[in-house]
């Protein structure tokens, strides 16, 4: 009952309801990996958008559905428990089943549950790490419209050890993209500018993009989705995959504002592949 007031509380204070109890640990940036998987859903058919394995937590709606979960929850909330009664009500307006994203971005704290009212030793194992390792950069080639140094090498700008990318130039709506040999299902981006020595030439304007290509295109992307902005011109950032497994062609870094020297170091491009 308690749930049921609180969605009908929420109907119409935004365009999205997200459930999660108050004492739970987010991962780092969960904010914005929910609206990238948002944004990657938005003209797909969803009822709910799980991004989390636990009973009462993680779980995003659109607030347009919330009227007929909320009146569904008044009829039967005694006869089941809410996450059950979530379940029929998909079958009921033959909705497709809740989209699981991985990793999760919500753990449960402790061993009681507000929702419950009981003990509950519940983990989520799926939980996101803040260190996931190290990046391994499948086989892929490269591609940019930024201006190069005359003696730098292109392919550095993906390269694992300490060399670097160098531009003359750049603009806003320059990229530079990686384009991989084989579509992977790719967990983890990484991506670094600037100077090591003095951090100078940094991209401070900018965002990265996965790209997925259902035309076969050789050296670039048909549909691309907004991974994370740069922060400090660096990037670091795990990603969400839903049980579709979509796997992952291109990766695009996008200058989005002219930097004040024109000039970026592109010293790391670091993928991580399941």
């Not at 944004?39 to 347009?64: C, E, H, I, V």
């Not at 061993?111 to 983990?123: G, Q, V």
């Amino acid at each position: 009952m308690d749930f049921a007031f609180l969605i009908n509380f929420a109907t119409n204070l935004s365009d999205y309801f997200l459930m999660i109890e108050d004492d739970v640990t987010c991962a780092p940036g969960f904010v914005t990996q929910i609206a990238t998987a948002v944004s990657a859903w938005r003209n797909k058919p969803w009822l709910t958008l799980n991004f989390s394995q636990l009973d009462y937590t993680g779980k995003l709606f659109r607030t347009r559905d919330l009227p007929c979960l909320v009146h569904f929850l008044f009829l039967f909330y005694q006869k089941m428990p809410w996450d059950y009664l979530l379940t029929h009500f998909h079958d009921l307006l033959m909705e497709p089943a809740p989209i699981q994203f991985f990793p999760s971005l919500f753990q449960h704290m402790g061993n009681y549950s507000f929702f419950d009212s009981k003990f509950n030793s519940l983990k989520d194992k799926e939980i996101e790490k803040n260190d996931p390792g190290f990046p391994s950069n499948p086989a892929a080639s490269i591609y940019t419209s930024l201006k190069v140094a005359n003696d730098s090498v292109l392919m550095n700008a993906y390269s694992l050890d300490k060399s670097f990318f160098y531009t003359k130039s750049a603009e806003a709506g320059n990229h530079l993209t990686v384009v991989l040999d084989v579509p992977a299902k790719v967990f983890q981006v990484q991506v670094l500018t600037g100077s090591y020595l003095k951090g100078r030439n940094r991209l401070e304007k900018g965002q990265v993009e996965l790209g997925y290509d259902a035309t076969n295109r050789v050296n670039d992307c048909d549909d691309y989705i907004l991974l994370g902005l740069l922060e400090n011109g660096t990037l670091n950032k795990q990603v969400l995959s839903d049980e579709s497994g979509k796997k992952v062609k291109c990766v695009r870094l996008l200058v989005t504002a002219t930097p004040p020297s024109g000039i970026i170091d592109t010293s790391t491009y670091g993928l991580s592949e399941v």
